[in-house]
């Protein structure tokens, strides 16, 4: 098995001189957490932090496989409940439940941070709420 490039990866640490520059060399295989194994742990050189390579993502914090979370995440986007979910990936609904709140938390942080001085001239609805809009029961 070989080994993964690290270099699109960097330190956390803000006290680190070189926090959040990828390609830096600094990174250094250090283990493996335990569960589920095959997550990789690093090590800064420059600062001596350990971190997962899960630090950062939604993934980070959870103790399933990239392959479920996977699996999670196109039942959720293809519009399952999570219930429903939950079953299909052989998970528990509060698994789906924290996951999808991980990965809505991680894609608000990942949204703030690239969309800005947005300033829109006209909005449109999208489909989706014509479609809420229709099942609302009249009262």
């Known amino acids: 098995m070989s080994e993964r490039n690290w270099s699109t990866f960097a330190c956390p640490n803000p006290a680190c001189s070189v926090y959040g520059q990828v390609g830096q060399s600094n990174l250094r295989p250090h283990g493996w957490s335990s569960k589920p194994r095959g997550i990789r742990c690093l090590r800064c050189t420059a600062c001596g932090k350990n971190f997962s390579e899960r630090k950062g993502t939604p993934l980070f914090g959870l103790h399933m496989s990239d392959e479920k979370a996977l699996d999670i995440a196109h039942h959720l986007v293809e519009g399952n409940g999570m ?11 509060n698994t789906v439940l ?19 001085h947005v300033q829109p001239q006209q909005v449109q609805a999208d489909e989706a709420w014509s479609y809420v809009g229709k099942k609302r029961q009249e009262l």
């Open 83 to 93: 219930r429903p979910t939950g079953r299909l990936c052989g998970g528990t609904l």
């Open 98 to 116: 924290r996951f999808a709140r991980k990965a809505g938390d991680h894609a608000q942080r990942f949204h703030d941070q690239m969309v800005r």
